[in-house]
């Protein structure tokens, strides 16, 4: 099946810094990614929708300000946590949606972030 | 509104025994159906899908969903549970192209004793 890679998959960090999670599609083209939130022991949460080469629509909520989304090529999206605060702390998770009749998400494996 | 439920917040079977999860969904017209599965601390594994044709989807890692109409359900099944099957699993209405997010339900978590 499809895979798609996340990296970092842990990071911990100051409060006040940045950090970029990398989202990639490793062996198809995703034009679509998606980035979700994951608190313990519930389901995932969708920040945003992420289209190579446009800007990335957020979900109610969410500040686009705060989670900045670049979607720079049909392999990679990038979610940067600016100025994170432990509040941010979180399982952050990636999808790519393959295009055609039968659209399908394949999940990264997770990006656990933990703010200090 | 499209919505997925899934009754059960958890379920415990003994290695061996089959195993059903249950799903059930709302939406307008004929949906897309999947069941993911994640590990602890890992990402969500695809098992299978549904997006038309036979009601009876086989998946990987010897599972197997129903789709009925009727009942608005997709539930999902094992005839016989490993340890290795303990997890959190998580049924979604899918987005046909064009169409509307993904939806996943609340999620199952399977305790699978020895």
């Known amino acids: 099946g499809a895979v798609v890679s996340q990296h970092p998959s842990w990071v911990i960090c100051k409060s006040g810094t940045s950090v970029k999670i990398e989202c990639r599609s490793l062996?198809?083209?995703?034009?679509?990614m998606f980035w979700y939130r994951q608190f313990p022991k519930q389901s995932l949460m969708l920040m945003a929708t992420?289209?190579?080469?446009?800007?990335?629509?957020?979900e109610q909520g969410v500040e686009k300000d705060k989670f900045l989304i670049n979607h720079a090529s049909l392999t990679l999206s990038t979610l940067t946590v600016t100025s994170a605060h432990p509040e941010d702390s979180s399982f952050y998770i990636c999808?790519?949606?393959?295009?055609?009749?039968?659209?399908?998400?394949?999940f990264g494996p997770g990006t656990r972030l933990l703010v200090l | 509104a499209q919505s997925v439920t899934q009754p059960d917040i958890h379920i415990t079977v003994s290695e061996g025994a089959s195993l059903e999860l249950r799903c059930n969904y709302s939406?307008?017209?004929?949906?897309?159906l999947f069941w993911y599965v994640q590990s602890p601390g890992q990402g969500l594994q695809l098992l299978l899908k549904?997006?038309?044709?036979?009601?009876l989807v086989q998946g990987i890692k010897g599972f197997e969903a129903e789709f009925k109409r009727s009942q608005s359900s997709f539930n999902l099944r094992k005839p016989s549970v490993h340890w290795s099957d303990a997890a959190e699993y998580f049924c979604?209405?899918?987005?046909?192209?064009?169409?509307?997010?993904?939806?996943f339900g609340a999620g199952t978590r399977l305790f699978v004793k020895a």
């Open positions: 992420s289209n190579e080469g446009s800007k990335a629509t957020y």
């Open positions: 979604a209405v899918g987005a046909p192209p064009g169409g509307f997010k993904t939806i």
């Open positions: 999808s790519a949606a393959t295009s055609g009749a039968e659209e399908t998400q394949y």
């Open positions: 549904y997006f038309s044709g036979d009601t």
């Open positions: 939406y307008g017209a004929t949906p897309y």
């Open positions: 062996d198809f083209q995703a034009t679509t």
